[in-house]
């Protein structure tokens, strides 16, 4: 089954860390790029992260530049996002997605909440 599943997401105090993880299954994972995005209540979908599992390039929005890092395991099929020093304005529901050619596969999305 071709399919994106998120985890790891959760509650976090500001200032704190979580790390996101992305499992691709039924599709060549190494030789697409994955995104991470994600939505507040109220808000349009962003997007965060993106790593191209060919060359290892990756972009960051300006918003989580310097404090999350994306990263993939080609061998477990798994695109990961370390996100640190997290503020309350992180919180949303964070999906990761992949592009092929005209269409886009989304994962179910995991809620991340940064409160105190």
């Known amino acids: 089954e071709v399919q994106l599943v998120e985890s790891g997401g959760g509650l976090a105090h500001p200032g704190g860390s979580l790390r996101l993880s992305c499992a691709a299954s039924g599709f060549r994972f190494d030789r697409l790029a994955i995104a991470w995005y994600r939505q507040a209540p109220g808000k349009e979908r962003e997007e965060v992260s993106i790593?191209?599992?060919?060359?290892?390039?990756?972009y960051y929005a300006d918003s989580v530049k310097g404090r999350f890092i994306i990263s993939s395991d080609n061998t477990q099929k798994t695109v990961h996002l370390e996100m640190n020093a997290l503020k309350p304005e992180d919180t949303a529901v964070y999906y990761c997605?992949?592009?092929?050619?005209?269409?886009?596969?989304w994962g179910q999305g995991t809620q991340v909440t940064v409160s105190s």
């Open positions: 997605a992949a592009a092929f050619g005209d269409s886009v596969l």
């Open positions: 790593i191209s599992n060919r060359d290892g390039s990756t």
